[in-house]
């Protein structure tokens, strides 16, 4: 477990540049939370928290990683799918990495390994996240009728 954190220290407790819009625009990880679960597919879900908060869930190989964003500008919705891209492009070594060493060595159902500075807003829903896994209830609800 310790090498889970130190994975989520070195390779994703950073702030990350990208351009959007013609505008620089800074990304800082605030939260990353790691979750086991029974799907082995590639999926991934973009969650607007605030508007500027944001958390990115990457499900691979029986885990969803989960990361807290925070931009330094709000963000408009139609940049969001440019956004994700690059967002998974430069982050998926680091979530190959994290998710290698939870093959190895994790046995937790669920835990956070990262919450630096968190706004009170990203920290509930974190921890509502993180007791829904710890207790095998659905994380997401379905409000639409599909």
Avoid: C
């Amino acid at each position: 477990m310790i090498n889970l954190y130190a994975i989520a220290q070195r390779e994703l407790a950073k702030d990350l540049l990208f351009e959007v819009d013609d505008e620089v625009v800074t990304l800082s990880v605030r939260g990353v939370m790691i979750a086991k679960t029974d799907s082995r597919s590639y999926n991934f879900s973009f969650v607007e928290i605030a508007d500027n908060e944001f958390v990115l869930a990457v499900q691979m190989r029986g885990y969803v990683i989960y990361l807290g964003l925070e931009s330094d500008e709000v963000i408009d919705e139609d940049a969001y799918p440019e956004l994700v891209r690059a967002l998974i492009n430069h982050l998926l070594p680091a979530l190959h990495t994290l998710i290698r060493e939870a093959e190895k060595s994790y046995n937790g159902k669920a835990d956070l390994l990262l919450d630096d500075n968190m706004s009170p807003e990203m920290k509930e829903f974190f921890y509502e996240l993180l007791l829904k896994h710890k207790m095998g209830l659905p994380t997401h609800e379905q409000v639409d009728v599909a």
